[in-house]
């Protein structure tokens, strides 16, 4: 236990030392900003368009603005949040293989199964932080400027993007468990992702794959209802369960 957790130490330490941790904090923090920040500039921007518009025959009518429209900008912008996550941390064990910095570490008895758990838990807490810090800052902005009641089950519908974010975690873990190089553990990552949001656009696999996950906007205006993503949360969860056995079975077996 001792070794697990002056290890975890060690990774925290590392997003600290490195600046990881305050890029992250501010990009995210940019993010729950704008989100309603769009939402507010929306009916000027419409203004400052009306005239040109106009002369094009096109008339622009009052835009009502309310919360929906900003958790509509904070689902657009969740695409992007994904990305910097990838970024940030493709090479969360590739980098240590290029160092070899695990060597000592290893030789010294610590279990390899131990390194991954301390990897996940910083992975997964940067992400709970940098994510609900996002959803937080959002929320508080559109209940200050709107009414959120306008919205159903908002917390429902976050916490499908938030395991969303889990599983890419897990899967960067596993290809990093494989790969050597923190650009084949993106490039590898990106191409399952960009799979499997092929794959969800037919129409029966859509409703089960993780990408349905990142739709929570449907159950917000009421076209989706909780009981669709059942099957979805739950091959998302049985997903990243294997994906952490299979990334402890090949950091067992990889030379480092």
């Given at each position: 236990m001792k070794q697990l957790i002056a290890f975890t130490k060690k990774e925290f330490l590392e997003l600290i030392r490195t600046g990881k941790i305050y890029i992250l904090l501010i990009i995210f923090v940019i993010f729950g900003i704008m989100n309603p920040a769009i939402a507010k500039l929306t009916p000027w921007m419409f203004d400052m368009l009306a005239d040109?518009?106009?002369e094009q025959g096109i008339i622009i009518k009052d835009v009502a603005v309310?919360?929906?429209t900003s958790w509509e900008q904070y689902y657009k912008n969740m695409s992007m949040e994904f990305i910097v996550l990838v970024i940030m941390f493709c090479g969360i064990l590739t980098s240590e293989y290029q160092k070899?910095?695990?060597i000592n570490m290893l030789t010294k008895g610590l279990p390899r199964w131990k390194v991954i758990l301390a990897k996940s838990i910083t992975?997964?807490?940067?992400?709970?932080?940098?994510?609900?810090?996002?959803?937080g800052i959002t929320y508080t902005y559109n209940a200050y400027?709107?009414?959120n009641n306008i919205a159903d089950h908002i917390v429902f519908s976050a916490m499908g993007s938030y395991l969303f974010g889990i599983w890419l975690l897990s899967l960067i873990l596993l290809c990093s468990a494989f790969l050597n190089s923190s650009s084949a553990v993106l490039l590898t990552t990106g191409?399952?992702?960009?799979l499997t949001y092929l794959f969800g656009m037919v129409p029966k696999l859509g409703n089960v794959l993780p990408t349905k996950l990142t739709s929570g906007l449907d159950i917000?205006?009421?076209?989706?209802?909780?009981?669709d993503?059942?099957?979805?949360?739950?091959l998302t969860i049985l997903m990243i369960v294997l994906a952490g056995i299979g990334t402890v079975v090949g950091f067992n077996r990889k030379r480092v």
């Open positions: 040109t518009m106009k309310t919360a929906m070899g910095t695990l992975l997964f807490i940067s992400w709970s932080i940098c994510y609900w810090l996002t959803f400027f709107w009414d191409v399952v992702y960009m917000m205006i009421g076209k989706s209802l909780i009981s993503y059942s099957i979805s949360i739950g």
